[in-house]
């Protein structure tokens, strides 16, 4: 049996996404599970800040034991370059190839109300014709219940506005999400 390991596979145009998938690693990573943090090629360079994440690949996708998958809002769906990744996992699908694995999604937008859970049910909606297991930010986090931004039972969010880093709250969601994330892998391969 391969070694388990988290794949946080996002896009980040501004850096928020960015900000989320680095806490969501870091809360699976504190619970003892490997992480990999991977990205997606762009479709246009124009105002996409320079990210230095690795490109994932079809064969990390396959061989990870669980999914935290993320895109910043565009009308209330997934970034372009992310959904391009995505639609080209026809022959993943046909083989089952992600069929149990557990996976969270998350979003950011750039106002209160921006589309972050159609976002999330878009991201989620990939999960589950892939035959993924589902897990989001429950109540039990106590953020949930003191957030100004970001911050869904769907799963981690952020709100953006003009500023570039996630809130104390949103930071603290996000983190325990990998962390829930990663205790179930890490009981799964016990």
């Not at 145009?13 to 809360?27: E, F």
């Not at 943090?37 to 490109?55: A, F, M, P, Q």
């Not at 996708?61 to 809002?73: D, E, F, K, Q």
């Not at 049910?121 to 892939?130: A, D, G, K, S, V």
Request: aromatic fraction near 8%; charged fraction near 20%; glycine fraction near 12%.
């Amino acid at each position: 049996m391969k070694d388990p390991y988290l794949l946080v596979l996002f896009y980040s145009a501004s850096g928020n996404v960015r900000g989320l998938a680095h806490a969501i690693a870091n809360g699976a990573e504190y619970e003892g599970l490997p992480t990999k943090l991977r990205t997606v090629n762009r479709i246009s360079r124009e105002g996409d800040e320079i990210c230095e994440e690795i490109i994932c690949t079809k064969e990390e996708l396959v061989n990870c034991s669980g999914l935290a998958l993320g895109s910043p809002t565009r009308f209330g769906s997934m970034a372009a370059p992310l959904k391009y990744f995505l639609d080209q996992t026809g022959d993943l699908w046909s083989n089952n190839a992600l069929e149990n694995k557990p996976g969270i999604a998350f979003t950011s937008t750039g106002s209160m109300h921006g589309g972050q859970e159609l976002t999330i049910m878009n991201l989620i909606t990939f999960m589950f014709h892939h035959g993924m297991f589902i897990l989001g930010s429950p109540y039990s986090i106590k953020e949930m219940h003191s957030t100004k931004g970001g911050g869904t039972p769907y799963g981690p969010s952020s709100v953006s506005g003009n500023q570039t880093n996630l809130t104390n709250d949103e930071k603290i969601i996000a983190e325990k999400s990998g962390g829930r994330i990663a205790r179930f892998i890490l009981n799964k391969h016990a």
